[in-house]
């Protein structure tokens, strides 16, 4: 609906993003400024390449801005430590999932606490606090493959709260989820996110989402409307 | 402890994991079986002087190796045993002779032909008869290894070696030469008396031993210049010298090599294939390690330890099936020695090996894009 330029725990100003494909130069992202506070959920629309995937990548430290910047927690990324942004300030949860298939439920967030170099027993108590907290203590051996599709997004909603990381970004999170399972997922993420005092992006076609969110923004052709 | 995703993912995939495993093992096997039976070839080329307890050894000018040997005056001996430092020295004949056998067949033995052969503990393995009683009469000690070319026999049998009977009194195991020829142990006259055109007055070497006190190299140019138209070796130069004779001339060496060349690229292929199939698979895995945080270097560590657990388990079950082969191997007379240097080289090399292979994998996840998680 609108851009929003002020001094959040996630802030973009001026965000560009040019692709080369042959001899063309393909502008997705044009100048947008963008901005979100702790315990705020926002809801990022837009058709089939809008450039919304694109502008999260970005604000997800995956991508880096060809022109404008990004302020992470007031501090400007750096190109080179992207991944050390990632690891301190992001909690991702993908579409896909993307869990571990050959680790258990516990472990999928045990394992993303130990990249983030929380180790041992502090791991495990977190992954144990996170994995109660999103309902599924008592799957918490269970493999992927043998969760359900919702059961499988709440370990990934709980991966990314694992940490204490301050923004959650949510790629289509109920894309691949049932009407009844995606809602309980998305009051549940409401919950969390405002519980724990984070701020949460969700990139969504899905119109139930704008039911939780705080904010909701349009982005068409690489601008916000 | 952290979370091992590297073993667990290893894991997760058996019958991949089993490739893998079974193409280093088969690497391993291959080298330990080459190797290893190049090593017992070898060991057979310098057997007998490996248990003969002499320092020095004469021949003539340019012998090759112990078994091709030529003669020289056996008065020799005693410009040797004049030199101080040397505490004896005795003659020996090395010598083919031919055997007519019981069937009628002429085959051949290879004779080695002392007067004493208790005084250089040799051969080491007599497990009848006494070697003391060669001196006594037309007398020969045989090697068991006789029975495969020549037949069974037993103690007090008699065989007719160049036409004259001799009386089957001893027994020894595993003395044995690299041209397979069976070993027989005779009084070094009757030897002489036996081709008397050759070796009447004549012998092959002069086995010299030192006296505990006494510099080596001293002795060996008192010997040089007492006999310019001989070789001195030491043991382990007289073994090494007939042991490259045979490398270099039969080709084994080059034919080892080759086949342990090969059999590591086979092995080097098959793990990099593997791993790079494998990292191919899991690369939307490695790309949700990156976007929560992790760099290049989790992905190597989880891919080198991948590695270096298919170079273990690879070389434990190639080195279980080497060791499997050693009885078949002994069954059809084949030595497979397999030193301790040996298992600890293989296992260095598996792990090199397997490390190389995932290098390939290496390359592939630096170039990976975490942004691949978002596409579905």
Known sequence: ???????????????????????????????????????????????????????LSILGCILTPSSGEV?????????????????????????????????????????????????????????????EAVGLGDRQNFLPRELSGGQKQ??????????????????????NLDATVGTQILELFRALAKQENRALVIVTHDPKVRTIADRVVQIQDGAFV | MAVDLATKSLLHDKLRFFITVSGVAF???????????????????????????????????????????????????????????????????VWFMNVNLPTGAVEGTEVYALENFERWNFPQNVVDGNLADL???????????????????????????????????????????????????????????????????????????????????????????????????????WAKRSRSYWIESTGLGLNMYITVFLGCLVGIVVVAQTLYTSTMEHIREFGTVKAIGGGNADIYRILGKQALIAAIAGFALGALQAFALRPVMAGIDLKLIIPMQLYVAVLLGAIALCLSAAVISFRKVASIDPALVFRT
């Open chain 1, 1 to 55: 609906m609108t851009s929003v330029l002020t001094t959040g725990v996630l802030t973009a100003r001026g965000v560009e993003k040019h692709f080369t494909e042959g001899r063309e130069t393909v502008t997705v992202l044009k100048g947008i400024d963008f901005s979100i506070d702790r315990g705020e959920i926002v809801a990022l629309e837009g058709p089939s390449g809008s450039g919304k995937t694109t502008f």
């Open chain 1, 71 to 131: 302020v992470i927690e007031g501090t400007p990324v750096n190109a080179k430590a992207l991944a050390a942004i990632r690891k301190r300030s992001l909690g991702f949860v993908f579409q896909q999932f993307n869990l571990f298939p050959s680790l258990s439920a516990i472990e999928n967030v045990e394992y993303a606490l130990n990249v983030k170099g929380v180790k041992g027993s502090e791991a495990r108590t977190e992954a144990q606090r996170v994995i």
């Open chain 1, 154 to 175: 709440r370990i990934a909603i709980a991966r990314a709260l694992a940490g204490k990381a301050p923004i959650l970004l949510a790629d289509e999170p109920t894309a």
């Open chain 2, 27 to 93: 690497a391993v096997t291959l080298v330990f079986v080459q190797v290893g039976l190049f090593i017992g070839l070898m060991s057979n080329a310098s057997l007998t002087i490996d248990q003969i307890d002499a320092d020095l050894w004469v021949t003539s000018h340019n012998t090759p190796n112990v078994d091709f040997a030529h003669t020289f005056p056996e008065t020799y001996i005693k410009r040797v045993r004049s030199i101080p430092g040397v505490a004896r020295a005795d003659n020996l004949i």
């Open chain 2, 135 to 237: 001196r006594r009469g037309p007398y020969m000690v045989l090697d068991d290894s006789a029975k495969k070319r020549w037949g069974a026999f037993a103690v007090n049998d008699y065989r007719e070696v160049l036409g004259r009977r001799l009386k089957i009194i001893g027994r020894t195991v595993d003395a044995k030469s690299f041209t397979t020829t069976p070993l027989t142990f005779m009084d070094y006259r009757l030897a002489q008396s036996l081709n008397e055109g050759e070796l009447r007055g004549n012998t092959t070497y002069v086995l010299v031993k030192l006296a505990p006190d006494a510099n080596i190299e001293a002795v060996r140019e008192e010997l040089r210049r007492r006999l310019p138209y001989n070789d001195i070796f030491t043991k382990e130069e």
